[in-house]
């Protein structure tokens, strides 16, 4: 089988009760960050409703040659006022959420924590820190969370958030959107043989087992994504939208006109914990077009549901 790249992707949401009784300190060094190769991106958001804290919208990037394993990532208020110290973090403790691995060469994406707080820190207006480190407690990355949240009378919230007409909500962030793909299946591509799809949440991977990956036309095709959605109805007939959510997603290389990717296996992480419910399987392979955006050219329907 030709060597396929994967491009492993997630979103995780975890509801944990924590406390948060005193300030702690997490120590660093820049070293240690620099050798890691791991990074935080920037554009981690903050909701909080009922006290109950979600951060999202976060990718975790593995820039190294090595897997990345049994890593966890925690939450922390930092004090707005208070001084900062090179190589220290000081601040309320609030969550941990273990990730057991990260792939080398590769991204999480749209990593989404919820922790529910049951002991508020002190008022005052606190930033929010992620810090990532191994199992040993050894921190490889941290990274500032775009929102202030302040602590008042025993109640958390986004501190300053742009005021609204009167009588509007602040909606929750959409973790499960309706999928809207384009879809031309025109049998250029084929998902031969038997394929089948396995959901580990416990661990939070996917595996997809084939199956052969065709490419019938005499052209080259390129930038290829497989996907696994779990949808509300069996999705033997698709069109442009239909209710899913995306599970799993892997990048492909390219296949040479009439080659084949025979007896291909996919192993990645979990991208979404869907809400509790019942849903069938549906595993598509796409091509991107002249814009980037997917086009699923063929796809397999599972008669056999799966429960969350």
């Known amino acids: ?81 208070s001084k900062t110290i090179v190589g220290t973090i000081q601040g309320y403790h609030l969550t941990k959420v273990p990730f057991k691995s990260v792939a080398k060469n590769s991204s999480l994406v749209g990593v989404n924590i919820k922790s529910d707080v049951t002991q508020i820190p002190p008022s005052g207006l606190y930033d929010p820190i992620l810090v990532l480190s191994n199992k040993d407690g050894k921190v490889l990355n941290f990274q500032k969370v775009g929102n202030t949240i302040e602590s ?24 499960n959107p309706v999928v809207k793909i384009d879809v031309k299946e025109d049998n250029s591509i084929g998902l031969e043989k038997e394929w089948k799809v396995e959901v580990d949440f416990k661990n939070f991977m996917v595996k997809v087992i084939g199956g052969d990956i065709a490419n019938r036309t005499d052209k080259d095709l390129n930038n290829m994504v497989l996907d696994v959605f779990l949808t509300s109805e069996n999705q033997s007939v698709i069109d442009s939208n239909f209710e899913g959510v995306r599970i799993a997603s892997a990048e492909l290389d390219k296949i040479e006109g009439f080659k084949k990717f025979v007896d291909t296996t996919i192993t990645t992480n979990l991208t979404t914990i869907p809400q509790t419910g019942t849903y069938n399987i549906l595993l598509t392979l796409s091509v991107k077009d002249e814009k980037g955006n997917p086009v699923v050219r063929t796809k397999r329907a599972f008669a056999n549901t799966i429960s969350f």
């Open 1 to 81: 089988m030709k060597k396929i790249f994967l491009t492993a992707a997630f979103v995780f949401c975890v509801s944990n009760v924590v406390s948060a009784q005193e300030l702690r300190s997490v120590n660093y060094t820049t070293n240690q960050i620099n050798e890691s190769k791991l990074t935080l991106s920037e554009n981690w958001q903050a909701y909080i409703q009922n006290n109950s804290v979600m951060i999202y919208n976060g990718n975790i990037k593995n820039e190294s040659s090595d897997n990345a394993k049994n890593l966890n990532i925690e939450l922390y208020l930092i004090p707005t006022d």
């Open 152 to 175: 008042k009378e025993g109640n958390l919230a986004v501190y300053n958030v742009p005021v609204k007409a009167e009588g509007a909500v602040e909606n929750a962030p959409e973790l």
